[in-house]
């Protein structure tokens, strides 16, 4: 850990047994697939067999007829949505398009689209009801491709769609529809003039193709809508909110009419936001008076959530022989999936985010292709255009003969450099994350053999603030009960109650946390963003504060002083001539001084100021076969302050692990007619403990000024380095420069091929 | 005054200018002095009297949370932006 003038800390910086350890490791943990409730139905979904098709009719007539089933909905039974755009706490979403997402109208535009879903007395009787469900088709062709989608003779999907962009006119309704949903453009400086300051200017176009989260629990949701009209869900989820204002609006219902319940889940990683199946148990349950569960398969999560898209890049740098970036250009187009949506604001914004570029210029393009609609997946964007910029940097450092770490040090973002998109950086760690590496001894140290070779890479994330809400009451054991409405998706949990105990000065197991339900706690954006520590953390700060505040009141009732007489610290209250009460003392004392103590937090305006990571990897290839095996790997982030090394630790080693499966093997295979042909783990190809070494980690921190404990959102930037770094490696190691994600041996061995001949 | 940096797809609306000072102690009264000076240019932004969905306003380097009532220092800078999602 590179630290420098760090507080004294008592609770933060250790590391604690985290609070749901126990349930964890016994199986007693429960995940929405366990949840049982007493008339419970279960469901199964018909989903489109085909990539791109208009619905001519649906006939459910023979599975409601079937014995069992008790209730069928389709799109009929979702109330009409119209032209709405709601803002849902971590972006916008056009609610025409959620409710065909959720139930298609009209048209299938992806394989594995959902039609219609059954309720019935066990899932045999569900999944054949959905058989005997007939659904006319017009086969359309598919888009696949993100660039013919661009084009003017492509097939349309959506026949509102035109091309928005920040801040331009809106397209009359009676212009022609278009794939490109959405149009980006940011400029610094002189593109030209930097351009022609250059020694060396590098251009490369860059392809990556759709992945996968990867989470290891499916998504589910058992839903009781009851005859009061009360209507609760339970799931797993990243934000229980979110859920409940998505399934209100597109049940149009009021929100105080849904109670989302989260359960403990089984991995997210930007996955879990989007809601799929709860509006669709709401209305079985509605129709058959039972609650009903809904559980997707393997293939379903593949084929019909939302992963993270495919891209083609454009990339253009230049810098002058001594090391110094003079200019920078990048054309980006994003497949958004079915509807618009993809990460290509983000992209935009991160794509040169690592340095201090004079001039810039970066366009970027959100088009729909008949994909499933892409969401959110770790850094949204930025891995795919850090595989693109860092492989450049590279490419330049080799020409102009200087070490990357060096170049990049020289070139690095810190406080005070302009973005290409306008923002100025406040205080960052850029620098300290490449110094980390240079420093390491990984780095130091000789790689020998044949066909092996050493890459660095960097990443940036911007990291969210958001909205956050905590209460915490004062046991009369000297414990405090903390409630929060984050959804632990990392451990965030036991990050959160260590930074409560921090502030009154207890220990972490002092601190029991929950998460607790949407009528329960205060609203909580999603988790998601890196923010849940950082946010959550200051709401839980600021419930400290008020616990502080009140119990200072009853030690001055308790000696008989005025308030401005006592303080607390370390622990304890202080009072006039060296009255002292523990937290402990002063907690057995609340019954008989005005009842219970509940302190309350929230967090609203803060925001974080990005991170950065930088990677060293080691690769051997097997030039027979174009297989890459990890040797090592040393990665190095900012994190401002860690709150509990082990799960900053482990945030950095899964971050890493998701890039090495994008860079080397993790891709959607489609065939011409649009059907993803390896939609299950035997095929979809995510790295396992025998692929990859153990992640060495370097946590640098620069705290963040925004944040009482400075700290800075781990969960994201870890995934965005290792592709470049991969690639830079490979090209150490046979001299042969990719640009194609995945790097699967097929595609390697091409290209190793293409050199020799 | 605030230093309201112009998107690039806007700059029609301001005869180029990519950066322009304008009055206003929050972000309503920039959009409207903007609008003043700019006519046609808050239909741009806003939606309903509020900042249209999807877009975010990073006023001296953080994101506005307070949509048109957000507080604009004299000196602040401000940019309109595609909001962020995250993972």
Same mark, same amino acid.
């Given at each position: 850990?590179?630290?420098?003038?760090?507080?004294?800390?008592?609770?933060?910086?250790?590391?604690?047994?985290?609070?749901?350890?126990?349930?964890?490791?016994?199986?007693?943990?429960?995940?929405?697939?366990?949840?049982?409730?007493?008339?419970?139905?279960?469901?199964?979904?018909?989903?489109?067999?085909?990539?791109?098709?208009?619905?001519?009719?649906?006939?459910?007539?023979?599975?409601?007829?079937?014995?069992?089933?008790?209730?069928?909905?389709?799109?009929?039974?979702?109330?009409?949505?119209?032209?709405?755009?709601?803002?849902?706490?971590?972006?916008?979403?056009?609610?025409?398009? !959620?409710?065909?997402?959720?139930?298609?109208?009209?048209?299938?535009?992806?394989?594995?689209?959902?039609?219609?879903?059954?309720?019935?007395?066990?899932?045999?009787?569900?999944?054949?009801?959905?058989?005997?469900?007939?659904?006319?088709?017009?086969?359309?062709?598919?888009?696949?491709?993100?660039?013919?989608?661009?084009?003017?003779?492509?097939?349309?999907?959506?026949?509102?769609?035109?091309?928005?962009?920040?801040?331009?006119?809106?397209?009359?309704?009676?212009?022609?529809?278009?794939?490109?949903?959405?149009?980006?453009?940011?400029?610094?400086?002189?593109?030209?003039?930097?351009?022609?300051?250059?020694?060396?200017?590098?251009?490369?176009?860059?392809?990556?193709?759709?992945?996968?989260?990867?989470?290891?629990?499916?998504?589910?949701?058992?839903?009781?809508?009851?005859?009061?009209?009360?209507?609760?869900?339970?799931?797993?989820?990243?934000?229980?909110?979110?859920?409940?204002?998505?399934?209100?609006?597109?049940?149009?219902?009021?929100?105080?009419?849904?109670?989302?319940?989260?359960?403990?889940?089984?991995?997210?990683?930007?996955?879990?936001?989007?809601?799929?199946?709860?509006?669709?148990?709401?209305?079985?349950?509605?129709?058959?008076?039972?609650?009903?569960?809904?559980?997707?398969?393997?293939?379903?999560?593949?084929?019909?959530?939302?992963?993270?898209?495919?891209?083609?890049?454009?990339?253009?740098?230049?810098?002058?022989?001594?090391?110094?970036?003079?200019?920078?250009?990048?054309?980006?187009?994003?497949?958004?999936?079915?509807?618009?949506?993809?990460?290509? *604001?983000?992209?935009?914004?991160?794509?040169?985010?690592?340095?201090? !570029?004079?001039?810039?210029?970066?366009?970027?393009?959100?088009?729909?292709?008949?994909?499933?609609?892409?969401?959110?997946?770790?850094?949204? *964007?930025?891995?795919?255009?850090?595989?693109?910029?860092?492989?450049?940097?590279?490419?330049?450092?080799?020409?102009?003969?200087?070490?990357?770490?060096?170049?990049?040090?020289?070139?690095?973002?810190?406080?005070?450099?302009?973005?290409?998109?306008?923002?100025?950086?406040?205080?960052?760690?850029?620098?300290?994350?490449?110094?980390?590496?240079?420093?390491?001894?990984?780095?130091?140290?000789?790689?020998?053999?044949?066909?092996?070779?050493?890459?660095?890479?960097?990443?940036?994330?911007?990291?969210?603030?958001?909205?956050?809400?905590?209460?915490?009451?004062?046991?009369?054991?000297?414990?405090?009960?903390?409630?929060?409405?984050?959804?632990?998706?990392?451990?965030?949990?036991?990050?959160?109650?260590?930074?409560?105990?921090?502030?009154?000065?207890?220990?972490?197991?002092?601190?029991?946390?929950?998460?607790?339900?949407?009528?329960?706690?205060?609203?909580?954006?999603?988790?998601?963003?890196?923010?849940?520590?950082?946010?959550? *953390?200051?709401?839980?700060?600021?419930?400290?504060?008020?616990?502080?505040?009140?119990?200072?009141?009853?030690?001055?009732?308790?000696?008989?002083?005025?308030?401005?007489?006592?303080?607390?610290?370390?622990?304890? !209250?202080?009072?006039?001539?060296?009255?002292?009460?523990?937290?402990?003392?002063?907690?057995?004392?609340?019954?008989?001084?005005?009842?219970?103590?509940?302190?309350?937090?929230?967090?609203?305006?803060?925001?974080?100021?990005?991170?950065?990571?930088?990677?060293?990897?080691?690769?051997?290839?097997?030039?027979?076969?174009?297989?890459?095996?990890?040797?090592?790997?040393?990665?190095?982030?900012?994190?401002?302050?860690?709150?509990?090394?082990?799960?900053?630790?482990?945030?950095?080693?899964?971050?890493?692990?998701?890039?090495?499966?994008?860079?080397?093997?993790?891709?959607?295979?489609?065939?011409?007619?649009?059907?993803?042909?390896?939609?299950?783990?035997?095929?979809?190809?995510?790295?396992?403990?025998?692929?990859?070494?153990?992640?060495?980690?370097?946590?640098?921190?620069?705290?963040?000024?925004?944040?009482?404990?400075?700290?800075?959102?781990?969960?994201?930037?870890?995934?965005?380095?290792?592709?470049?770094?991969?690639?830079?490696?490979?090209?150490?190691?046979?001299?042969?420069?990719?640009?194609?994600?995945?790097?699967?041996?097929?595609?390697?061995?091409?290209?190793?091929?293409?050199?020799?001949? | 005054?605030?230093? /309201?940096?112009?998107?690039?797809?806007?700059?029609?609306?301001?005869?180029?200018?990519?950066? /322009?000072?304008?009055?206003?102690?929050?972000?309503?009264? /920039?959009?409207?002095?903007?609008?003043?000076?700019?006519?046609?240019?808050?239909?741009?932004?806003?939606?309903?009297?509020?900042?249209?969905?999807?877009?975010? /306003?990073?006023?001296?380097?953080?994101?506005?949370?307070?949509?048109?009532?957000?507080?604009?220092?004299?000196?602040?800078?401000?940019?309109?932006?595609?909001?962020?999602?995250?993972?």
């Amino acid at each position: 850990m590179a630290t420098a003038d760090k507080p004294k800390y008592k609770v933060i910086g250790t590391r604690p047994v985290r609070h749901d350890g126990a349930d964890k490791v016994t199986g007693r943990a429960k995940y929405g697939a366990d949840i049982k409730l007493t008339g419970m139905l279960y469901g199964a979904t018909l989903r489109s067999p085909h990539a791109h098709a208009k619905i001519k009719s649906i006939d459910t007539s023979k599975a409601e007829a079937l014995a069992g089933v008790r209730a069928v909905v389709t799109s009929a039974d979702l109330p009409e949505q119209g032209d709405r755009i709601v803002e849902l706490g971590e972006g916008a979403a056009n609610m025409r398009h !959620l409710t065909a997402n959720v139930l298609a109208r009209g048209k299938v535009l992806y394989k594995g689209h959902a039609i219609a879903a059954v309720a019935a007395d066990n899932i045999h009787i569900a999944e054949e009801a959905i058989k005997l469900i007939k659904v006319e088709y017009e086969l359309l062709p598919p888009v696949l491709d993100v660039r013919k989608a661009m084009s003017a003779e492509s097939p349309v999907l959506n026949d509102d769609i035109r091309t928005e962009s920040v801040g331009s006119a809106p397209a009359s309704k009676d212009s022609k529809p278009t794939n490109i949903a959405k149009h980006f453009l940011f400029e610094k400086g002189d593109i030209a003039a930097g351009f022609a300051k250059a020694d060396v200017i590098v251009e490369r176009e860059f392809d990556t193709s759709m992945v996968h989260q990867g989470y290891i629990e499916p998504h589910n949701a058992t839903v009781f809508w009851n005859t009061d009209g009360k209507i609760t869900v339970w799931l797993s989820t990243q934000g229980s909110f979110s859920v409940r204002q998505q399934t209100a609006e597109l049940l149009k219902v009021a929100i105080s009419n849904v109670k989302v319940v989260p359960t403990e889940i089984g991995g997210g990683f930007g996955g879990k936001i989007s809601v799929y199946l709860p509006p669709v148990a709401a209305m079985l349950s509605k129709k058959s008076g039972r609650p009903v569960k809904l559980v997707m398969s393997r293939t379903s999560v593949f084929e019909a959530t939302g992963p993270t898209p495919g891209s083609h890049m454009k990339v253009k740098l230049g810098a002058t022989k001594d090391g110094k970036l003079v200019a920078g250009e990048a054309w980006i187009a994003f497949e958004a999936g079915a509807y618009t949506g993809s990460p290509i *604001g983000p992209a935009c914004m991160c794509v040169f985010a690592c340095y201090d !570029l004079p001039n810039g210029r970066v366009e970027g393009f959100d088009v729909c292709v008949n994909k499933p609609r892409t969401n959110a997946y770790r850094a949204p *964007g930025s891995t795919h255009v850090a595989f693109a910029t860092e492989t450049l940097i590279n490419e330049i450092c080799e020409k102009i003969d200087i070490d990357p770490a060096d170049f990049r040090i020289k070139n690095a973002a810190k406080e005070g450099v302009r973005r290409v998109d306008g923002p100025v950086y406040a205080r960052v760690g850029m620098v300290e994350t490449v110094e980390a590496i240079k420093n390491s001894e990984h780095y130091k140290a000789p790689l020998e053999g044949k066909h092996r070779g050493r890459g660095i890479a960097s990443g940036f994330w911007f990291n969210c603030g958001l909205k956050s809400a905590a209460s915490a009451t004062v046991n009369p054991d000297g414990t405090v009960s903390l409630l929060e409405g984050s959804t632990d998706i990392g451990g965030s949990r036991t990050g959160i109650a260590m930074q409560l105990a921090e502030a009154l000065g207890i220990t972490a197991e002092e601190v029991t946390p929950t998460v607790g339900d949407t009528d329960s706690v205060g609203y909580c954006d999603v988790t998601g963003g890196s923010r849940v520590t950082f946010a959550t *953390g200051i709401a839980a700060i600021e419930a400290a504060k008020d616990i502080q505040r009140q119990l200072i009141a009853r030690a001055a009732m308790i000696w008989d002083v005025d308030a401005s007489k006592v303080s607390y610290s370390d622990g304890g !209250l202080h009072g006039p001539a060296g009255k002292h009460l523990s937290f402990k003392e002063i907690a057995a004392k609340l019954h008989g001084t005005g009842g219970a103590v509940i302190g309350r937090g929230t967090s609203s305006e803060a925001t974080q100021g990005g991170a950065f990571g930088t990677h060293c990897v080691d690769v051997e290839v097997d030039v027979d076969l174009g297989k890459v095996q990890i040797l090592r790997y040393t990665a190095a982030q900012d994190c401002g302050t860690a709150i509990h090394p082990s799960y900053v630790e482990g945030q950095i080693q899964g971050g890493a692990v998701q890039g090495i499966g994008w860079a080397l093997n993790e891709e959607y295979w489609y065939d011409e007619k649009g059907e993803m042909r390896n939609a299950t783990y035997l095929d979809y190809r995510i790295p396992t403990c025998y692929d990859v070494p153990m992640i060495d980690t370097i946590i640098v921190e620069v705290p963040d000024p925004q944040h009482p404990y400075g700290v800075r959102g781990v969960g994201e930037v870890p995934i965005c380095p290792p592709p470049a770094a991969i690639a830079n490696a490979i090209y150490d190691a046979v001299g042969v420069r990719m640009h194609d994600l995945p790097m699967s041996p097929p595609k390697l061995l091409a290209e190793i091929l293409k050199k020799e001949s | 005054m605030p230093r /309201v940096f112009i998107p690039p797809p806007m700059r029609s609306l301001t005869e180029g200018e990519e950066v /322009v000072e304008v009055g206003g102690t929050n972000l309503r009264q /920039v959009i409207e002095n903007l609008e003043q000076r700019f006519p046609g240019i808050k239909e741009r932004l806003c939606q309903e009297e509020e900042i249209r969905p999807g877009l975010a /306003v990073d006023i001296g380097g953080s994101v506005a949370t307070l949509g048109m009532l957000q507080r604009t220092a004299p000196d602040a800078e401000i940019h309109f932006l595609p909001a962020i999602g995250g993972g």
